[in-house]
């Protein structure tokens, strides 16, 4: 994740305990605290009604802090989401290729151009593969 | 090497590929666009300004908001997602951004608004520090594209000012 700040307006991807898929949605208020740089940040997802106080943070759970924050977006890629839905839905696909190394892990952006576009949690990642064999 | 698994990995792979950079020249075509906004916001009224039990404090006001976008929006934009905070620092913290409205614009036609409203969300404190607070208005927008980077912009209006007193 870049090093610049967090601000009001920023589309953040964070976790919530107990829920085991992150969330992304907006900053809507940001509260940093002089000296100790404690920041506390409340958010909304666009087309809710109230913020993330009211059924999406953990009860009691009023702020979110730094190390809630897993990344931020940057860009839009249209239906790369659904190659991680149809794996996770239909776990057979992935025996069946098993020469499509498809990982759970983190996104490498020197492997797909394109997700250099996209610092959210998608995790996809595809091998270009040469013509090695003969 | 010729076996359909190889072949479909290929192939896929190949697809996404193009598809990337069909994508990135959709959205480099963004960067050729130079955006002309403008933005006024006035503060009509201080509907109440109170300090709750838990020591913090709260502000209603009435705003009347007006912006021309539309020069924003290109070929490539789903809709532009705009919304107008209150900055402020205090002694006890050195950046409060607070969101008092937004809104979400889905066409052109519709970039030109004026609107007058009380604030959606609620301009609270951390703390009892708003009294004679003086504060900036600041209108943020995202363009979120079709598909690719995501842009973002503001302009900061200046001198509004809390009263001095809660009422």
């Known amino acids: ?9 920023d589309i953040v991807v964070f976790n919530v ?28 997802g666009d087309n809710n009604k109230g913020d993330d106080r009211n059924g999406i943070y953990a ?10 924050i897993i990344g931020r977006v940057v860009g839009f890629l249209p239906y790369a989401g659904w190659v991680t839905i149809i794996l996770k839905e239909k776990p057979v696909i992935k025996e069946i290729s098993g020469t499509l190394p498809v990982t759970g892990k983190q996104v490498h952006p020197k ?18 593969e040469k013509d090695t064999v003969h | 090497m010729h076996s359909f698994g190889y072949r479909a990995n290929a192939l896929l792979t190949f697809a996404v590929t193009i598809l990337a950079v069909m994508c990135t020249m959709a959205s480099f075509s963004d960067n050729l666009n130079a955006p002309s906004p403008t933005a006024d916001v006035q503060v009509l009224n201080i509907n109440w300004f109170q300090k709750h039990p838990n020591g913090n404090d709260e502000v209603s006001l ?15 934009t789903k809709q532009v ?11 006890q913290n050195s950046l409060n951004q607070v969101s008092l409205w937004d809104g979400i614009i889905a066409s052109k036609e519709h970039a030109k608004f004026w609107i007058q409203t009380t604030n959606e969300y609620r301009f609270t404190d ?5 009294r004679g607070k003086e504060f900036n208005l600041t209108l943020h927008w995202h363009i979120m594209p079709k598909t690719g980077k995501m842009f973002a912009d503001k302009i900061v209006m200046t001198g509004y000012r809390l009263p001095e007193e809660y009422r």
């Open chain 1, 1 to 9: 994740m870049s090093k610049s700040p967090i601000h009001s307006g």
């Open chain 1, 17 to 44: 305990e107990g829920r085991d898929i992150p969330i992304v949605h907006r900053v809507i208020t940001v509260h940093e605290r002089r000296g100790t740089g404690e920041i506390n940040f409340l958010t909304k």
């Open chain 1, 59 to 68: 009860s009691g759970q009023q702020w979110l802090q730094h190390h809630h």
């Open chain 1, 111 to 128: 492997d797909f151009p394109a997700s250099a576009l996209c610092t959210l949690c998608l995790k996809i990642s595809f091998v270009w």
């Open chain 2, 62 to 76: 009435t705003l009347n908001v007006s912006a021309d976008l539309q020069s924003m929006f290109t070929w490539n």
């Open chain 2, 81 to 91: 997602f705009v919304f107008l905070a209150a900055e402020y620092e205090t002694p």
């Open chain 2, 126 to 130: 951390q703390g009892s520090n708003l």
